[in-house]
């Protein structure tokens, strides 16, 4: 019984025989009982497998497609790319050099695209990913509403954190103010909302001194910071969970997403970082909402 299996025989358990424990499973064998009731799905909802290969693999970044997509014969390859959404449709056209006069492609029909994104997804065969909403809840579930747009908003932001520890120790004036200068005003809103609050992480020194003052660099610098905290944040959270996330980014950030992710939790650090990350969420809500 594959891994998968025994999720959907669990979310069957919830629906038809909600709190049983191992002995109702006395007749399978020992090491797929236990498999079943190792599995942490709540939900009662089976009919999710049916759709979720599509909803998953029109949600995914377009570099994870690639070497499925590169796997199919050339000539299904225009159908396939025209299946998916249209951000990833031109960013695959782009990575695979597809003429536009070959990427011209009809309009498909509803049952045509999930079609062509179940031959995609059954090639690329993901064996770690399950459905989001099978994902036994956590404080920062609130991250797989995000998509790679919003995901990298909030990687940039939580480097802010360190930019205020950094800029406590700056007494330059003109320094300070090619410091705010390089950073959009939500995130100079953001920083002097951390500066009034007192870190509570002793986290590596950003080494803002060596800053070339050059806008760019520093950006450059925030958004590597802010992948290092993701990666820490994410500590002790679910695998499958930590999959969808870094699967909604492109495989570069993910890979660095994954240097800094360990399966447990860090002792008195992640419940902070999950804390500061919940707290960025919100004002991030609070300044795009009407």
């Known amino acids: 019984m594959t891994s998968k299996q025994s999720l959907l025989f669990k979310v069957l358990l919830n629906r038809f025989q909600p709190g049983v424990n191992a002995s109702f499973l006395k007749s399978l064998p020992p090491d797929e009982s236990q498999e079943i009731m190792k599995q942490t799905a709540t939900s009662q909802d089976a009919e999710i497998m049916l759709t979720w290969p599509y909803d998953l693999i029109t949600r995914v970044h377009y570099s994870w497609l690639v070497p499925a997509l590169q796997e199919m014969p050339e000539d299904l390859r225009p159908s396939v790319i025209a299946s998916l959404n249209p951000s990833q449709a031109v960013g695959l056209r782009n990575m695979l050099k597809i003429p536009a006069q070959t990427a011209e492609q009809k309009p498909l029909a509803d049952p045509l695209k999930k079609f062509m994104c179940n031959l995609l997804f059954r090639r690329w065969n993901p064996q770690d990913a399950m459905p989001g909403q099978y994902l036994p809840p956590t404080q920062l579930s609130p991250l797989l509403n995000l998509d790679k747009t919003q995901l990298v908003e909030v990687i940039n932001f939580l480097a802010i954190y360190d930019l205020a520890e950094a800029i406590r120790h700056i007494v330059d004036k003109k320094y300070l103010r090619a410091i705010y200068l390089a950073i959009d005003q939500k995130q100079q809103h953001f920083l002097r909302l951390c500066l009034h609050k007192k870190e509570k992480?002793?986290?590596?020194?950003?080494?803002?001194?060596?800053?070339?003052?050059?806008?760019?660099?520093?950006?450059?610098?925030?958004?590597?910071?802010?992948?290092?905290?993701?990666?820490?944040?994410?500590?002790?959270?679910?695998?499958?969970?930590?999959?969808?996330?870094?699967?909604?980014?492109?495989?570069?950030?993910?890979?660095?997403?994954?240097?800094?992710?360990?399966?447990?939790?860090?002792?008195?650090?992640?419940?902070?970082?999950?804390?500061?990350?919940?707290?960025?969420?919100?004002?991030l809500t609070q300044k795009t909402d009407p």
């Open 201 to 283: 992480l002793a986290a590596p020194g950003l080494s803002i001194e060596k800053w070339d003052q050059k806008p760019e660099t520093l950006n450059l610098l925030l958004h590597r910071r802010g992948l290092l905290r993701l990666g820490k944040t994410l500590c002790g959270q679910h695998p499958s969970f930590v999959w969808h996330i870094v699967h909604t980014l492109d495989t570069g950030r993910a890979a660095t997403i994954s240097l800094y992710y360990r399966e447990n939790a860090i002792p008195n650090v992640s419940p902070l970082l999950i804390q500061q990350i919940l707290s960025l969420m919100n004002f």
